[in-house]
C-alpha cells in the first residue's frame, strides 16, 4: 500500500537485498555500503566445536558406564573422562587396552581412533580461533551488539527480573 497523503514513504533500515556480508578480494573495490572486517572462521569454529565435543562425550559416556560397574579393572579407564589426552593416558596405563591379544587390540582400535578424533577436533577448534578473514560487512548493521542492563527489582511480597534485548 502506499502512504497516506501528506506522509513520507516508508525507508527500511535495513538495506533488503543486499548479503550481510560479502568475501574479500584484494583485486577488488570496496563495495557500496559495505566496510572491511576481520573474522574468525566460523566454519572452522563450529566443525572443531562438534568434532571435538561428540567425541569426548563419546569417550566421557564410556568411561561413565565402565566406572560405574566398580570392577577392580575399571579405574584404569578414568583417564577417558580428560578431554584430548584421556585416550592416549588410557592407552598406556590401561589392561585391557594393548593390542597383544584380539580383543585388547579392539579395544585398543577405538581408543586410538577416540583420541586421534579428539585431537582432529582441536586442531580445527584452535585453527577457526587463529585464522582471521577479512569480509566485507553491511554498513547498517552494528560493530557490536546493543544490550540493556538487566533490571531486578525485589519487593516485601516478590520480585521480578526484567531482560530486554
Do not use: C
Amino acid at each position: 500500500y502506499a502512504p497516506p497523503p501528506g506522509y513520507a514513504p516508508y525507508v527500511p533500515a535495513v538495506i533488503y537485498g543486499m548479503p550481510r556480508t560479502l568475501p574479500f578480494k584484494e583485486e577488488g573495490e570496496r563495495p557500496d555500503g559495505y566496510r572491511l572486517e576481520t573474522q574468525m572462521s566460523r566454519r572452522l569454529i563450529v566443525a572443531g566445536s562438534i568434532v571435538l565435543g561428540s567425541a569426548w562425550a563419546l569417550s566421557a559416556l564410556t568411561a561413565g558406564t565402565i566406572l560405574s560397574e566398580g570392577d577392580s579393572g575399571s579405574v584404569s579407564y578414568s583417564p577417558l573422562l580428560v578431554p584430548v589426552g584421556g585416550p592416549f593416558i588410557t592407552l598406556a596405563t590401561g589392561e585391557d587396552v594393548d593390542f597383544s591379544d584380539d580383543d585388547g587390540q579392539v579395544t585398543g582400535t577405538f581408543v586410538l581412533l577416540d583420541g586421534l578424533t579428539q585431537v582432529t577436533g582441536l586442531a580445527l577448534l584452535v585453527a577457526g580461533l587463529v585464522a582471521n578473514q577479512k569480509v566485507w560487512v553491511r554498513d547498517d548493521i552494528p560493530r557490536t551488539a546493543s544490550l540493556h542492563d538487566p533490571e531486578i527489582v525485589v519487593g516485601p511480597t516478590g520480585g521480578a527480573l526484567r531482560v530486554r534485548f
